[in-house]
């Protein structure tokens, strides 16, 4: 099945762009989560939403879920590792699936996670950010994964099916669950060592010698996702009308620059939104 827009994010831009893109009949898919955004959950107070005055993140949230329930918008509530433009459509890739859709609107927000030290200078050799993507590469090897989310639990366990050893690094605090044969490490990573492959993982007050490393972050830098992608100071390139530079390729809210605001974000999905639906027209 092919869809009409494909939306990467559940936020205010991508939830604003499903709306506008649903009311003209298209048939949409979004990527996101339960919590829509944990920027918004996490608000205390917002402000400078017009017409909604002095609401608290969680109520926004709510309110936000509300509309999306009346009109019939779900959540898919998987992880994009990359969108490939492919001509006429996109192939957008979830660890073994595909989804095709005719036009994408990217509103990922933004990742506050930066890469350590030599992470981005062995990206594809030896460092990944989809453990289950590349897991048949490792097969009885030893690999570490820094998992920013519980989703990387997920993908340490898989990853153990096929790895001689695993090691987890949790950058974030809970209860993990994880196979009995993954080794918890709870130090701070600092850098990615290597030769001609990363085979080093060095922290704060100790290292380790790996085969491989795979950082799980709650998304991935855009330049990372969609390869071709224009991309400057960490944000994508978009005119007026939110396309991209790539034909079809729209983007908006937090992932295209400040500021970040929800109230700009909703009004940014709403234009990707609208001109993706006339692309999609014209076609």
Known sequence: ?????????????????????????KNIIVFGNSNLSDKIVKAPKVDNYLGIHGINGENLKDMFKSHIDKM?????????????????YFALMVNEKTYEATTVILATGIEYAKPIKGEENYLGKGVGYCATCDAALYRGKKVVIV????????????????????YYIPMYKGEYELSDNIEIINDIPIEVKGDMKANKLVFRNSELDVDGIFFIRNSISPKYLVPGLEVEDGHINVDRTMKTNIKGCFAAGDCIGKPYQYIKAAGEGQVAALNAVSYIDKK
């Open 1 to 25: 099945m092919r869809y009409d827009v494909a939306i990467v994010g559940s936020g205010p831009a991508g939830l604003s762009a499903a709306i506008n893109a649903k009311i003209r009949n």
């Open 72 to 88: 019939g918008i779900e959540i898919t509530e998987e992880r994009i590792n990359n969108v490939y433009a492919m001509g006429d």
């Open 147 to 166: 998992g920013y989310n519980s989703e990387a639990e997920e993908e340490a366990n898989f990853l153990m099916e096929m790895a001689s050893d695993v």
